[in-house]
Every structure is written in C-alpha cells, then in structure tokens.
C-alpha cells in the first residue's frame, strides 16, 4: 500500500464548504493528487477540550458548532462511516491517557473542508481531540505516533488556522494585517526548513504571535501534521495566503519520496 501523505489545512470561513474560491479549489487539487485514503483521522481545531479523546462512533454525527451563518450552511450534512475499530486502536497506541467520547461528533474544521473534496461522504472519518492543558512538545509527540497510519492508508489531516484572530477580522480585507502575513511567513520559514522545534516554539516570535495566536486551539493542528511527517517528505505549501485580516489559509501537504 502505497504511504499516505500528511495534511494541514487552514479552514476559514465554514462558508467555504458550500462556496467555490481559490481555496476550496486548492483542497481540490491537493485531494486528487494523493491516493484516496482508506480513512481520515481528523484532529480538528474545534475539538479543544481537556484531555485527549478520540471518537469510535460507526456513523459520527455532523455538528454545527458556528453561530450566525445562511440557513443553507446548517442544511450540509457530512455522513460519513466512522472507524470504530481503528479509533480504538488509536486510543491504545498513545502514550497519552485517551478517552471515548460520542458526545461530539464531525465538527466545522473537519466536515466544511471533506465535504468539498469528498462530497459523496464516501471516506471513513473520525476524530482526535486537540488536549487544551497540553504543552506543544505533548501534541507534537502523538503525531509521532500517529505516523504508523500512513503505512496502512490513513490521512492525518490537521485542520485550524496558522493566524487565528477573531477579534481582529475584518470582513472586507482581502489579505492580511501586516503581523498577520509576518507570522505566516515566519511559521512558513520554518516548516519549509522543517525545522520543527521552532515551529513548537511560536511563542518566541513574542508580539507576533500574541496577535496571530491568541488561543492556540487553531495552531496546535499543526503540530500533529509536523509530528507525523518524516523528515524525508516532500514538503508543498498551497493556500499561501491571509484573508479578512487575521486569519490565514496556508496549509502544508508532506509526502513521502518515491524510491
């Protein structure tokens, strides 16, 4: 079986699942190059609770966890199977205490961007919380565990923003504030060199990342990507952009070299 690739996408808008833009144009292009996963382990910005949990549910359920949006968004559905028994496996597998939990389901960061590429809810999904009381080098070292997936045909997929700034969003801005796209850039610099300890340690970029990352439910994705890539992957950036001023879209794809 071919070895699956690892993905980081910067989601947005939920709008984006019911909108054609260059970004949702770009999932596309990314998804029909790789091989079809066999099943996505999503590990979404929006599941951000204490702890790490996972979901084994056989048919997770779609949640809407946004506020304020067109009726039409709320009519998507993303009924996608679950994978009961590879979530449990999962759970088993890391060196983290990991819990069940069915309370929640396929959120906005995991559905508003397979519901694009795979809109027949054809690929298995489920979800691994992003852990709240977690310090970098802990999100960091599950992706390092979670690397044994690719060799059976499993997608990480990291979903979040790079640059995540509610506060800051200004809805007619078609790029970024200037902090924003600096510490896009820096993030970019350093993922591209896979220097990986810098990433982890954002906070160094002081004022820049106290602005681009206020809370780090949406960064922290990221970390798993990087965790779960080797060394040797090709490294491909699309979406290299910010938009409405404090939120960025870059995502990285890591694939593995051919032999």
């Known amino acids: 079986?071919?070895?699956?690739?690892?993905?980081?996408?910067?989601?947005?808008?939920?709008?984006?699942?019911?909108?054609?833009?260059?970004?949702?144009?770009?999932w596309k292009a990314v998804f029909a190059r790789i091989p079809k996963p066999q099943a996505i382990l999503s590990v979404s910005a929006h599941w951000y609770v204490p702890g790490t949990r996972v979901s084994d549910a056989a048919q997770p359920?779609?949640?809407?966890?946004?506020?304020?949006?067109?009726?039409?968004?709320?009519?998507?559905?993303?009924?996608?199977?679950?994978?009961?028994?590879?979530?449990?496996e999962v759970g088993r597998m890391l060196n983290v205490p990991v819990t069940v939990d069915n309370t929640w389901g396929l959120d906005h960061g995991t559905w508003s961007v397979l519901h694009v590429v795979d809109p027949g809810a054809e690929i298995p999904v489920f979800q691994l919380s992003v852990d709240k009381n977690a310090e970098p080098a802990v999100h960091y070292a599950i992706g390092r565990q979670l690397a044994v997936l690719r060799?059976?045909?499993?997608?990480?997929?990291?979903?979040?923003?790079?640059?995540?700034?509610?506060?800051?969003?200004?809805?007619?801005?078609?790029?970024?504030?200037?902090?924003?796209?600096?510490?896009?850039?820096?993030?970019?610099?350093?993922?591209?060199?896979?220097?990986?300890?810098e990433v982890l340690d954002f906070k160094s970029l002081g004022g820049l990342a106290r602005l681009a990352v206020p809370a780090p439910d949406h960064f922290n994705p990221l970390l798993y990507v990087l965790g779960a890539?080797?060394?040797?992957?090709?490294?491909?950036?699309?979406?290299?952009?910010?938009?409405?001023?404090?939120?960025?879209?870059?995502?990285?794809?890591?694939?593995a070299q051919s032999t």
């Not at 079986?1 to 770009?26: C, D, R, W, Y």
């Not at 039409?72 to 199977?81: K, N």
């Not at 979903?159 to 790029?175: E, I, P």
Request: proline residues 6%.
């Open 61 to 88: 359920k779609t949640i809407y966890d946004m506020y304020g949006f067109p009726p039409e968004l709320y009519a998507v559905s993303h009924p996608a199977p679950g994978v009961p028994e590879l979530a449990l």
């Open 151 to 197: 060799e059976r045909g499993v997608l990480v997929f990291g979903s979040g923003n790079v640059v995540h700034n509610l506060r800051q969003v200004d809805f007619g801005m078609a790029g970024g504030f200037d902090w924003a796209e600096s510490f896009d850039r820096a993030i970019r610099q350093r993922v591209l060199a896979r220097k990986d300890a």
């Open 229 to 255: 890539a080797e060394a040797s992957d090709k490294v491909s950036v699309f979406n290299q952009a910010c938009t409405m001023g404090s939120l960025s879209m870059t995502g990285y794809l890591f694939e």
């Open 1 to 26: 079986m071919q070895k699956m690739p690892v993905l980081f996408v910067g989601h947005g808008s939920p709008m984006n699942a019911i909108e054609e833009n260059p970004f949702t144009l770009a």
